[in-house]
């Protein structure tokens, strides 16, 4: 069993995707826009360029990512991305990279068990816990 997120950005998905493209070892899988997947009698005029998934690799891991269904704003609670990386420098080039437009909550620091950690919002106000195992 293979356990893969979905966060949805209604409305401003391709943003997103654009940035967090934009982070080291971040690899674009694939993008399904609502016009290419669903019946056209099916689609709400306006939504044929909107995602219904889209999919990024973050190292070994994927997320999924998609406008959503409906116009409801985006709430990113109850829930943290976290990614390990080898080494302080990725770490703290991933926590920058992120941090850009966001706000950081807890500034990166060595932890009992990880070299570095930093927590942080996004821009998108997704929460983030950065860490290094070495």
Do not use: N
Request: charged share 15%; proline share 7%.
């Amino acid at each position: 069993m293979q356990l893969i997120p979905t966060v949805y950005f209604p409305g401003f998905c391709d943003e997103a995707i654009a940035f967090y493209q934009s982070l080291p070892g971040c690899e674009l899988l694939f993008v399904r826009r609502i016009g290419d997947c669903i019946d056209p009698s099916q689609i709400q005029p306006g939504t044929e360029q909107k995602i219904l998934r889209a999919a990024l690799r973050f190292g070994p891991s994927v997320v999924y990512m998609s406008d959503g269904h409906g116009a409801a704003a985006a709430s990113f609670q109850g829930f943290s991305l976290s990614v390990t990386l080898p080494s302080v420098a990725q770490a703290e080039r991933v926590i920058a990279a992120l941090a850009d437009g966001g706000k950081v909550l807890l500034p990166p620091r060595p932890t009992g068990w990880a070299g570095t950690l930093g927590v942080l919002l996004d821009r998108f106000g997704v929460h983030w816990t950065v860490e290094a195992t070495g």
